[in-house]
């Protein structure tokens, strides 16, 4: 038997964008659509989870929505750990839950098969991942750099200028609080998070284009 770490999902179309702005409900059904999706990807279903992270902005929502995820949970005869953090911010305004998972899987993946899983679900994920950073602009005063923002090339160049690394956002945080926010935000959205002051440990950072630094 083999633990899997299923991404967060957020209650987002294809494009990475908000939907259901105001029903927090029909997000929570949402983000566990999504994230059956990427269970469905691994051959995986719900009754194969073993435990669930809910973020939310408001615990008090979530209480009142909970019952949709028993019951999802319950059609699959599953009850599976559930944690909830509440969260200050889930990377785009009026995004009040997301959801991320553990499953177990019956049989690890072979070495081929594991390859080719991980080749489709980055090409599944980069779309999302990129919306995800997009929400990310209203953080640290506006100081966040995408690609093709001017000033994203300035920001991203390390002190180790030969070092090439191309981040789906740079984030510039001056305070403590900004740091934060940036964090909970990014972990929200299934991005990896790599702090950098200096640029010196710059190296392993370059071979991933899904993170904010």
């Known amino acids: 038997m083999a633990e899997i ?3 967060v999902q957020r209650p987002v179309g294809a494009d990475g964008l908000l939907l259901h ?3 927090h409900v029909a997000q929570l059904v949402l983000a566990v659509e999504n994230l059956e999706q990427v269970l469905a990807g691994a051959g995986l279903t ?3 989870l073993t435990g669930i992270e809910i973020h939310t902005t408001d615990r008090g929502l979530f209480d009142d929505a909970a019952e949709v995820l028993a019951q999802r949970l319950a059609e699959h005869g599953v009850r599976p750990e559930i944690v909830v953090h509440e969260v200050l911010w889930l990377g785009q305004p009026g995004m009040t839950v997301a959801v991320g998972a553990t499953a177990r899987s019956a049989e690890p993946p072979s070495h081929k098969e594991e390859q080719s899983m991980t080749s489709e679900l980055t090409e599944e994920l980069r779309a999302p991942r990129s919306g995800a950073a997009e929400a990310l602009r209203g953080l640290c005063e506006g100081r ?3 690609p093709g923002d001017e000033g994203y090339d300035r920001a991203r160049t390390p002190w180790a200028v030969h070092v090439d690394q191309r981040p789906a956002a740079v984030a510039v945080p ?3 609080q900004e740091v934060a926010e940036v964090v909970r935000a990014a972990t929200a959205a299934g991005l990896r998070i790599a702090p950098q002051s200096s640029g010196h440990g710059a190296g392993p950072f370059a071979r991933t284009t899904s993170a904010t630094s």
């Open 174 to 176: 001056r305070s403590a």
């Open 21 to 23: 702005d105001g029903d």
């Open 144 to 146: 966040v750099y995408l």
């Open 5 to 7: 770490t299923i991404p």
């Open 46 to 48: 719900l009754a194969a």
